[in-house]
């Protein structure tokens, strides 16, 4: 961990380093320096220079998922955590622990998970196979909402195994619930631009067509979301979806057969190059009071027909203004 990701980590969890970083006393007899160093933890302790740390070993039975999580616990599955799995086994139970906090009026559990969320179903995993014995390690720690939310996305930022769309859908969330919707707040607490924060939120609104033509979560990566959001903006939105239909059905079959499916990568590449539709031929009529004023006749390379309806009952300026509108429209064909 960097020492600006060391210092936002202090920050969200209220305290200082819990190394002792004091200057170095002067060597004493043995039991004095031991009641002087209980004296000098009791007092940093007291004062909030040092904080004490809460370790346990629990039943992951006892422990809940918080809801605010970016990870999907559903989608967790043997395959899925197969690297923790065995890393646990190798190490004769697990190492680092994950983060809780506990809860109150929930007969069933008594902490929530803030960070750790394959751990918690890893070891839940191992103890209904060869392994009852497994224990969860945890840290317990103080936290309100928006502190577990900037906890929890301060490590799913640096693993791989979060996709940016969940992270995307955490964001939304997060934004209303402990942002107020204020965009500029948001990134400042969690110290990143707001242009990145907006391009994570445009990929959260991605519709479920699109999301349903790729593969999985994990093959829509951030830039390419974000262009594909982009180009839902535009007039292609329509024809963008229809081939995401069809990509949709594709993957069924292909799924249905046993088969690979298309890859992330060529799912992007057709969504984007979806062209845009071709306008209908439909007449182009000005209208003005429900009484057409003018229409286009043809057009050609080098001309435009025009047909003034009843130009005895108009003025002038009417039938310039409808001419002039006629024109401008046709010329957008």
């Not at 043995?30 to 209980?38: C, F, K």
Request: with cysteine; proline share 4%; glycine share 6%.
């Amino acid at each position: 961990m960097s020492a600006k990701q060391g210092e936002y980590l202090r920050g969200i969890l209220g305290g200082a380093d819990e190394e002792d970083t004091a200057e170095p006393v002067p060597e004493r007899p043995r039991r004095t320096n031991a009641i002087l160093s209980r004296t000098n933890t009791i007092e940093r302790l007291a004062s909030g220079e040092l904080r004490q740390v809460t370790e346990m070993r629990l039943d992951p039975g006892r422990c809940r998922i918080w809801e605010g999580n970016a990870r999907r616990y559903e989608m967790l599955n043997e395959a899925a955590c197969s690297d923790l799995i065995e890393s646990i086994i190798a190490d004769g139970g697990q190492k680092i622990p994950a983060v809780v906090r506990r809860v109150q009026d929930d007969p069933d559990h008594e902490y929530e998970v803030i960070v750790g969320t394959r751990r918690h179903w890893t070891i839940s995993w191992l103890r209904k196979n060869s392994y009852p014995d497994m224990t969860f390690l945890v840290r317990l720690e103080t936290l309100d909402d928006e502190a577990a939310f900037r906890l929890a996305d301060l490590e799913n930022r640096a693993r791989k195994d979060v996709s940016d769309l969940e992270r995307a859908w955490n964001y939304k969330l997060a934004l209303t619930s402990y942002y107020g919707g204020r965009q500029k707040r948001m990134a400042e607490r969690l110290r990143i631009t707001q242009g990145w924060l907006s391009k994570m939120l445009s990929v959260a609104d991605l519709p479920t067509e699109i999301i349903e033509a790729f593969p999985n979560f994990d093959s829509i990566a951030l830039n390419v979301g974000y262009e594909i959001a982009s180009a839902l903006g535009t007039k292609r939105r329509e024809e963008i979806l229809r081939t995401a239909a069809e990509i949709r059905a594709e993957q069924n079959e292909l799924r249905n057969r046993g088969d690979v499916l298309l890859d992330g990568k060529k799912v992007a590449t057709r969504l984007l190059a979806t062209p845009t539709p071709k306008l209908r031929n439909e007449p182009l009529q000005i209208k003005k009071g429900g009484r057409t004023v003018t229409s286009l006749v043809s057009k050609t390379r080098g001309a435009i027909t025009i047909r003034v309806h009843n130009p005895a009952d108009l003025n002038d300026a009417d039938i310039g203004d409808a001419v002039a509108r006629l024109i401008k429209t046709a010329l957008k064909r």
